[in-house]
T-cell receptor, first 113, second 116 residues
Framework: QQPVQSPQAVILREGEDAVINCSSSKALYSVHWYRQKHGEAPIFLMILLKGGEQKGHDKISASFNEKKQQSSLYLTASQLSYSGTYFC??????????????FGQGTRLTINP | EAQVTQNPRYLITVTGKKLTVTCSQNMNHEYMSWYRQDPGLGLRQIYYSMNVEVTDKGDVPEGYKVSRKEKRNFPLILESPSPNQTSLYFC???????????????FGEGSRLTVL
């Protein structure tokens, strides 16, 4: 069953912050985040494992709350290059690999100057 | 350059005409997978392979076949394409699967298929 992402779309001005949520009805072991620019392949951002850890690089970070079966992606002081569609992928079993990863429907992020 | 290569990138075909979308990776990855992407539905897994000669169904396998005879190649076969298989297809690979490695997927550029 696909995880549910919210919002479906968001429009921001450069420098503003954004939060993208990913919720599952099933218990999760890991959550994977990808970004896809229009007409391109998805690119890996980060993976979060069971344990509630928060990860990040540059001004993009994420948290994972396995009790609530959800993850949130935080984009701080957004840049034009952050525009694209963000996908979360969830894995219910205790594996780190990409096997049987189930992706959400995506959140389209538009950053305007 | 490390990459996943898909061919063709664009294809228009007719119902019932068998076609194969090739996928090749040069990173010696064990795990490979096929996804289809449709508006509002995100990426849905069709088939995946844990290694040579090891394949399994994903969430939407109906109408598709795959094979993994060599580690680097993972072709997607549509024996009798139908209009509902019109979609954007992505092949992806990962170094390891099933509990090892980071799980990072490397995607190909995508193949846009139209079935009339």
């Amino acid at each position: 069953q696909q995880p549910v992402q919210s919002p479906q779309a968001v429009i921001l001005r450069e420098g503003e912050d954004a939060v993208i949520n990913c919720s599952s009805s099933k218990a999760l072991y890991s959550v994977h985040w990808y970004r896809q620019k229009h007409g391109e392949a998805p690119i890996f951002l980060m993976i979060l494992l069971k344990g509630g850890e928060q990860k990040g690089h540059d001004k993009i970070s994420a948290s994972f709350n396995e009790k609530k079966q959800q993850s949130s992606l935080y984009l701080t002081a957004s840049q034009l290059s952050y525009s694209g569609t963000y996908f979360c992928g969830t894995a219910p079993k205790p594996i780190q690999g990409a096997q049987k990863l189930v992706f959400g429907q995506g959140t389209r992020l538009t950053i305007n100057p | 350059e490390a990459q996943v290569t898909q061919n063709p990138r664009y294809l228009i075909t007719v119902t019932g005409k068998k076609l194969t979308v090739t996928c090749s990776q040069n990173m010696n990855h064990e795990y490979m997978s096929w996804y289809r992407q449709d508006p509002g539905l995100g990426l849905r897994q069709i088939y995946y392979s844990m290694n040579v000669e090891v394949t399994d169904k994903g969430d939407v396998p109906e109408g598709y076949k795959v094979s993994r005879k060599e580690k680097r190649n993972f072709p997607l076969i549509l024996e009798s394409p139908s209009p509902n298989q019109t979609s954007l297809y992505f092949c992806a690979s990962s170094l390891f699967a099933g509990g090892r490695g980071t799980g990072e997927l490397f995607f190909g550029e995508g193949s846009r298929l139209t079935v009339l």
